[in-house]
């Protein structure tokens, strides 16, 4: 076996890109877990998966952390990666927003949600595919690292939330609690196209001699997720065993800060390796940009909320009976008047 072929056999193993990707966060004093397991739901047992890598960043936004969950894929140089372009529908608000792009956990630190900072970072896609240059028909790696980051986020993240929360219960004085906001990133070493918007005819992309006709070359892309019933339906299993926890009761904030996450990630972020270091500085400088509240406020706004939500829906609940009782009384006044009014003054014999 010549050196090459040697390399290259080494190289689709994956485990090289994943330590090159880990050692170049470590270098930026990011704390690192690598091959972190997970669980899916199965028909009969749980199903265990890995995702590559956790990385926390050594720079705070006041008391919250960026983290990121890492996927990564190796493919040799006859390969490269094809998006569809997409825009955000300005009508829906569930697509656009920094708290679609950064998954917080436990408390909902953003000051203004729904601020554009990181949407603007990249150009936005919908779909990615593997091609070859060969024009072979390939395996979609895309779509398996984006399940993989789809079912991968919720159990991964879940436990560290949990985590947190005993701490803020437990009151104890001076323990410092960090929150978190958790980016889901697939990396790799394939060039990255995105088709240009003005494509629209069939022909053109049948004839064309290079993806450079027809696509942008880009270092890196926002990828639209929609989380697929398995992924919601194993994320809502996780989150409803956690909902019978007795706990819950002293913060419901936590219940709809969970149930958020049900159909999480909305956006991947698709990066080639080669400008990794680049896409993780432009990250980290939008992110200490980003207006946050202090956790310890972000509970606090939770909590007036809750209690504002809770005393609302008593009102309405009170009032839906009071409204409920009028009509009944009202009713039964109509029946006796109706009864009153059909009886005969005389029944004859």
């Not at 994956?14 to 669980?39: C, F, Q, T």
């Not at 079912?151 to 009151?171: G, N, Q, T, Y």
């Not at 049948?206 to 993806?211: E, K, L, S």
């Amino acid at each position: 076996m010549s050196n090459r072929k040697w390399g290259e056999s080494f190289l689709k193993s994956g485990l090289p890109l994943e330590h090159m990707i880990a050692m170049k966060l470590r270098a930026e004093d990011w704390r690192v877990s690598a091959n972190l397991e997970y669980a899916r739901a199965g028909k009969e047992e749980p199903k265990w998966f890995e995702v590559d890598l956790f990385a926390r960043s050594p720079n705070k936004n006041l008391d919250t952390e960026l983290s990121l969950l890492v996927e990564c894929k190796y493919h040799d140089s006859m390969f490269f990666w094809m998006f569809l372009p997409t825009t955000v529908n300005e009508g829906r608000m569930l697509e656009r927003g920094d708290a679609q792009f950064l998954n917080c956990c436990p408390a909902h630190t953003l000051k203004a949600p729904q601020n554009d900072r990181f949407l603007k970072l990249a150009p936005l896609s919908s779909v990615g595919v593997v091609l070859s240059n060969a024009g072979d028909k390939q395996d979609n790696a895309v779509h398996t690292a984006m399940q993989q980051l789809s079912h991968a986020l919720v159990p991964i993240i879940m436990p560290r939330m949990l985590s947190r929360m005993d701490m803020i219960l437990s009151e104890v004085p001076g323990l410092g609690i960090d929150n978190s906001v958790v980016i889901p990133m697939v990396v790799t070493n394939a060039t990255l196209y995105r088709l240009r918007p003005d494509i629209s005819d069939l022909a053109t992309i049948r004839n064309a001699a290079a993806p450079e006709d027809i696509a942008d070359k880009v270092n890196w892309t926002w990828c639209r997720n929609e989380a697929t019933s398995s992924a919601t339906a194993s994320n809502r299993a996780i989150i409803a065993s956690i909902e019978k926890s007795d706990w819950l009761k002293a913060v419901p904030w936590f219940r709809l800060q969970m149930r958020s996450l049900i159909s999480k990630p909305s956006w991947i972020a698709v990066v080639n390796a080669d400008a990794f270091d680049e896409v993780l500085a432009e990250i980290e400088a939008a992110f200490t940009l980003t207006p946050m509240f202090w956790m310890s406020e972000a509970i606090e706004r939770h909590n007036r909320f809750s209690a504002e939500s809770a005393a609302r829906l008593q009102k309405f609940e009170e009032q839906e009976e009071q409204e409920k009782r009028e009509q009944r009384a009202a009713g039964s006044e109509e029946e006796q008047g109706s009864d009153e009014e059909t009886e005969p003054d005389d029944i004859p014999f």
